[in-house]
């Protein structure tokens, strides 16, 4: 379906004692994946919950190839795979950049849900968004 690729190198404070990212920060990136490839559709974040729209994780996977490591230069593919009436799944491919090495594969399952946390469908013009060929 949809796809977007960011590229950032793996700073300090995401590394242990031993230079290897430490796990929770994956997550985090998945994020910054997520909300770019959502921005480069037309829907920022932010102009979702000025509609009263929030978009929560429900269910997060990963699975660890190999270690990132201090100063690396990533590159993260987010593609969205499925898209409900009030649900979003993405998947995501992290590679360290030059050598072509798959280092995390992951996916994230996003509710759509109202201000009172009410699972809600996403408006319809989201929905037109998403499913329009790019």
Avoid at 76 to 87: D, F, G, H, Q, S
Wanted: with cysteine; aromatic share 8%; proline share 4%.
């Amino acid at each position: 379906m949809r796809a977007h690729t960011i590229r950032f190198r793996v700073r300090y404070n995401e590394v242990d004692r031993q230079d290897v990212v430490y796990h929770g920060h994956y997550l985090a990136w998945f994020d910054m994946g997520r909300t770019e490839l959502l921005r480069d559709l037309g829907m920022p974040y932010k102009e979702m919950e000025d509609q009263g729209r929030l978009l929560v994780v429900t269910r997060a996977s990963l699975r660890y190839l190999a270690p990132a490591r201090l100063d690396d230069l990533l590159r993260l593919e987010t593609r969205l795979v499925k898209i409900t009436p009030a649900r979003l799944s993405f998947a995501y491919d992290l590679f360290r950049e030059g050598e072509e090495l798959l280092l995390t594969q992951g996916s994230t399952e996003l509710a759509c849900l109202d201000r009172d946390g009410k699972v809600r469908r996403l408006p319809p013009k989201i929905l037109d968004l998403l499913a329009a060929p790019r």
